[in-house]
């Protein structure tokens, strides 16, 4: 049994920051050993890469936030932070946190960002 549970999300105005966690409860695997990582969503839009880290530690990032957003993890929490500055109105979405271990994805339920200008 996996479970992401994600925290963090809320409205902002533009130029605010926010910053998401989302716990991996699991006995099953450590994060330290998957790659982790963000996807987004818009209204009307396909879900998005937002971050992510890979298994050898190397994270990449969508060019629209690039220099703005920080991924991260805590391997003894086994938990993944995305810590958004400078937010934008087009950074407004359901944000989802995601593990892959093995070759199996598990996503989080999602929570919603919203950025007002």
């Known amino acids: 049994q996996v479970q992401l549970v994600e925290s963090g999300g809320g409205l902002v105005q533009a130029g605010g920051s926010l910053r998401l966690s989302c716990a991996a409860s699991?006995?099953?695997?450590?994060?330290?050993?998957?790659?982790v990582g963000w996807f987004r969503q818009a209204p009307g839009n396909e879900r998005e890469l937002v971050a992510n880290i890979l298994r050898g530690g190397s994270t990449n990032y969508a060019d629209s936030v690039k220099g703005r957003f920080t991924i991260s993890r805590d391997n003894a929490k086994n938990t993944v932070y995305l810590q958004m500055d400078s937010l934008k109105p087009e950074d407004t979405g359901v944000y989802y946190c995601?593990?892959?271990?093995?070759?199996?994805?598990?996503w989080g339920q999602g929570t919603q960002v919203t950025v007002s200008s």
């Open positions: 995601w593990i892959r271990n093995w070759g199996y994805d598990y």
């Open positions: 699991t006995s099953m695997f450590s994060i330290s050993a998957s790659a």
